[in-house]
């Protein structure tokens, strides 16, 4: 499976502010996604990045909040926009490896925890 | 490190039973289901996947069996550990126009008590 990792792995930021998640993945992927985990909780998906066009997002989740890039096939960014302590969650990026001839299969970066005081 | 699932169903066994975490999926259109281990301070790791026109499939040491009538997932692990302690989250898939995207159960704690 593909290797991915995420920067930063964790880190505390202000309120206001806006944080730049990214993830790398050692191979070409066709489909990358960004989930949230909030403390307690299960995975949310927030969006699909599409390369080459603007990312999909799934309901309650908003371009202007959480832009995402992905300029090509191994990398992806995630940003929080100007953070309340409400963003404070696991950020994990995913990667479908479909190039791969295994279609569905999803493997999980190590996550981003982010801490918005 | 952190400890996610503070508020998730839990399951306590001792080393060497065999343990069974159950899913209920809501989607009956959904076409694939992933079972993923999660450590505390780490991402989701895969465990195994079935698709829908199974209703079994076998891992080292792991099962998963769907019942699609009950809209109901298991995972049995076979000679627990202590090192299969974690949250185990159940995923399901859709396809069509929701290809690609997974929808995650609660998750269930496993502590496997030496």
């Known amino acids: 499976s593909a290797v991915i990792s995420q920067k930063p792995s964790r880190d505390i930021c202000q309120r206001g502010t806006s944080l730049t998640i990214q993830c790398q993945v050692d191979?070409?992927?066709?489909?990358m996604f960004w989930y949230r985990q909030q403390p307690g909780q299960s995975l949310t998906l927030i969006a699909t990045?599409?390369?080459?066009?603007?990312?999909?997002?799934e309901s309650g989740f908003v371009i202007d909040k959480f832009p995402i890039s992905r300029p090509n096939l191994t990398f992806s960014t995630l940003t929080v926009s100007n953070m309340s302590p409400e963003d404070s969650s696991i950020y994990l990026c995913s990667v479908e490896d479909r190039l791969a001839g295994r279609p569905y299969e999803q493997y999980f970066g190590p996550g981003t925890r982010l801490t918005v005081t | 490190g952190e400890s996610v699932g503070l508020h998730l169903p839990t399951l306590s066994v001792q080393e060497g039973d065999n343990s069974i975490i159950n899913c209920a999926y809501s989607?009956?259109?959904?076409?694939?289901f992933i079972w993923y281990k999660q450590e505390s301070g780490k991402g989701p790791q895969f465990i195994i996947d079935?698709?829908?026109?199974?209703d079994k499939r076998q891992g080292q040491r792991v099962t998963v069996l769907l019942n699609k009538t009950v809209k109901h997932l298991s995972l049995q692990i076979a000679a627990t550990q202590p090192g299969d302690s974690a949250v185990y989250f159940c995923?399901?898939?859709?396809?069509?126009?929701?290809?690609?995207?997974?929808?995650f159960g609660q998750g269930t704690i496993l502590t496997v008590h030496p």
């Open positions: 990045a599409n390369q080459g066009s603007e990312a999909t997002y």
């Open positions: 079935i698709r829908s026109n199974m």
């Open positions: 191979s070409q992927v066709t489909m």
């Open positions: 995923a399901e898939n859709a396809g069509g126009t929701s290809y690609g995207k997974l929808t």
């Open positions: 989607n009956s259109a959904s076409d694939y």
